[in-house]
Structure formats: structure tokens, C-alpha cells
């Protein structure tokens, strides 16, 4: 394993006002999303999926869409906020509320995407071809691309196919990708290989990776795409979040153990690891469900978790 | 990330029954600890640490000792037993139970050796040249060597002195050696700046990687030693053990974790993930308290575990 040849700098998208919130099972009210998000910026963090414009009914969690970005907005206009939006609808609300990133989602695998947006791949591309005038002007429009390495129902997706949707994606001109492993079963090989495939493809627009831990690889997949270049992740305080429609999955890496990770190898994020832990343990204590790992290991030093055995 | 060279098979030493089972506070029947192990031996492990024979008051939770490895000796002969052992006097009563493999264990760092064993690594030292006659005539010694990368009070251990003790001890003339990650928060690149430093000493003889996951770290420390050529892993089913004197510290890989990786990368163990999975949902519905990954995502399809949201 070599750790000469890494990135000098990486950077970090908080994703848990979108991905961990919306995996909370009860509404947190507004004002306490908008202290804990306080909190994520107090610890450094300076980018940030804040949260998602979708119908209420389909998430419920985040219902509260438009006052937290423009709360958080007013508050913070040095942090860059992104907003998750699964169709033209949302992403003309987010607009209309001030929204400068849309992240616009759809599924490499025709089945997950028919689960997540009851669309077929095709359809979305579509539908992406109608939000495409709404950048400009200020706006930036990223596309992720959920399930581009596993789907729960398809298995392993080919890296062919990623290259194809990447390539439709960027020739309709968006400032950014990000591409999802939404279930975290991947291995590393397998993970590098679809990295591999597409990396010639993004022709300098910056690509983000969004890694969940379900199996425990997160780390070992990040040091793969490190390893090939790749420098921006997402992630999300106490590894909070899951997808509704990938069965078992568990939350994203944590952005505290992602930190101690780069940091520990020379890539320098500007956060510590220490600061973020702080806004995790207090995400536990007020009981939402998942911890990452050095928050688990902070709690059980004091006999207060389930990881110190006596 | 170089995934071309991987050994192309590994060997997995199971080590819930000892690691495992002292972790849990309550003492574990033991009609119910030779349950256990009856599963994890029907899940294909053919090696095992089954035991430790240390003293009761130090080990409640393994004060049956010697009725346990006298019970799966005699059921299971085909099974490679390891049993634990802290100083002679838990060697001799070892052996005088019919053990074939000892495994005596003393820590690289003295504040870690001081907490775990109350004795200087000179001492240690010492120590084992007493216990060196207990071998042969079928009695193979192994030596494990804790805090061999991160101490819990001292931090990073220096390659250089982990190598000065492997060397003295392989001088003693023992048949394996295991190096052990204690606390599951060291960084790859220490990780395998130690491995290589201690490889060209081992001069043949069998050496195991024993790694905790306190902080996700588990499997990215494995790639790294599949790099160098490491190729024996201890790991416990459902992610069970810890140390009582690493606060902190988390619990060994989960062996259903481990599996699943190494044969996604082609290393062959003999073993397979989903029936590892079975007793480790096992272990955690009779409320033992740890599970691995891939128990937790098991789970979590059925609405059971904390992984997925909703």
C-alpha cells in the first residue's frame, strides 16, 4: 500500500442536515436542525448538503426545506450550501428560496432509481435536461449519481455503465458530480475499478464521492480513491444517514472518523477530528440512532457506550 | 491501491471464545459457551483461540477454562486450540488440561504490559524463558505481542522496538507470533510502516495480525498487510472483545466482516461470510453486546438493528 503518492488536500461535504437528518425517523423540529447545524460550522466545516427539496409527503424530515437554507443563508453566507432535489419541481422551489448548488439525484441502476424517484433512467435524464437552464446566473448544478458501484436489488453496476451516465451528465454541462455508493457493500477492488473507468471521463469537473459504511469498507474504498486522485468526499457527523430503498444499508462514513483518517495520512481537510467529535457525542445524547466510530470509542472511555468491555 | 499481488489464500484464527467471551461482563454458561463454539466450528473455523487460563480473579468470565478446551479437544480433535496464557503458572495449568498450542501474550509497551499483566516487558521476557520448556512433545508455543502498534497511554509504538522484541523472542524459539493492534486506532501507513520494518525478522516462522476496529480502521489495515504479504488474521464473530485496560477500545474485525472481504478480493479462507453471519446473529439475540457489520446489516433488513432508517 503506498502512501507517497497521496493528495496534499481533500475536502469535506457535511451531508448530515440532508442524508443523516432524513433518516431520523421523528421531525426534528426547525430550530434544533438549525443548532446542530450551527454546531457542524462552529467545528469547522465550511460545505454542506443542508438539506433536500422534495414532497413532504415522500420525506416528511425535511419539510422544513426552505426556512433551514434560508436560516442557515443569512447566517452563513461564507459556507457553501448544497440542496438535494429529485426533479424540476424541487429544484425550482430551491431556487425560488435562494438556493446557489442544486444536487440533482438519479440511480445508475434502473431498479433503485425506480424504488428512490419512480422514474426510469432515461426519464431522469430527461428531467435533467429541464433543470439544466435553471443554472447559471449564480446557480451551480451538481448531478449525483446514486447506486454507481452496488444497487441493492442489481448487484455489482457495471462500470461501463457509470461511464455512460457520467458522460450523458457532464456533456449536458453541470459544474459537478458526485457519485454514490449507496449501500456500501463495495469492495475496494471493485470500487477502483469503476473509479478507474471513469476518471478519464470528468474532464476536469470536480468529482465528489459519497460513501456509506454498511460493511465496514468505507475507509479502505476512500484510500482507493484517494490512491487514484480522487479528493472530495461526503460525509456525515456520527455517520448518520441510510437510504429508504436500499435495504440494511447503514449510514455514510463519519465525517469525524473521515477526518482522523485524511489528517492521520498527510491530507490535509482544515478540520479536526477532535471539533467534530464534540457535535457527534451531542448528536447521540439527544438520541438520534447511529455513531460513528471515535465518537463510540469517546463515550465508552468514560463507561458510557457499548465498545469498552468493563 | 494494487489489488494484483494479494496472498492468494489466508488463514483465519477465530478468537470470540476467549477475546470474545471475557468482554462480556456476565459469565457465559459453560454449556453455552461449547454452543457457541459447536456453531462456529459448523461454520467451517478449524482454528480457534478457545480459551484463556489465567487467573479467576482476574478473568471471571473465563474460570472454566480448562473444562472448556477438555470438552472441544475431545469433540473436535481436527480443530487447531490456542489457548491464552499470561505467565507459567497459566502455561503449566494449560498444559496439564491437554493444551497443544499455548499463546503467551506480554505488551510492547511497559505502561500497557504494567495495566494488562503487572510486569515489566523485562520481566515478561523473563518470563518466557520459563515457559519455552513447556514446549515440544507436541506442545507448540506462540507468542503475541499486544500494543505492537498503539498503546493506550503511550501512543504510538516505534517499529524499532516492536522489532527488537520480535527478534528476542523468536531468538527464544518459538513456532508463531502474533502482533497485535490492541486498540484499533492506529493509521494504515504506521500500520504498515511496522510490518515492514518487523517482516524480514520473522525468518519463516508464522506470524498473525490480530486487529481491533475501534476506529473503522480494521480493514484498511488488513489490505495493508495483505500488501506485505501478511496473510493470518485473528477476528471474532460479531466484532466481540476488547481490552479491559484500552479505554476505548472496541471490539477484534468481526470475522464475518473479514470474510466477506477477503474473498471479495479473491484471498481464499475456506470459509463463507453468510454462515458466520448466523452465529453472529446469534451472539447478539442472546444479547451479547457487540455485533460486526455485516450482523448489523443482516439484521436491519428485517427492521431489527439500528442500521437502516426506516
Known sequence: MDFSRLPKTAAIR???PRDGFQSV???IPTEKKLDYIEAMIAAGLDEMEVTSFVSPKAIPQLADSAEVL???RRRHPEVRLTVLVPNLK???RAVENGARILNYVFSASESHNKANINRTVAESLNELDRIVPLAGNGVELSVSIATSFMCPFEGR???ERVAGLVEAVRAKGVQSLCLAETIGTCLPNDFAETLTVVRPLLDGIPAYLHIHDTYG???VNVKAALDLGFNRFDSAIGGLGGCPFAPGAAGNVATEDLVYFLEGLGVETGLRAAALVSVARRLKEDGLATMGHLAASSFAREGRGGACPE
Chains 1, 2 share one sequence.
Request: charge should be negative; hydrophobic fraction near 45%.
Open 217 to 219: 469498507l468505507a475507509l
Open 157 to 159: 453496476v457495471s462500470p
Open 70 to 72: 434560508t436560516e442557515i
Open 90 to 92: 424541487g429544484a425550482e
Open 14 to 16: 457535511e451531508v448530515c
Open 25 to 27: 425517523k421523528e421531525f
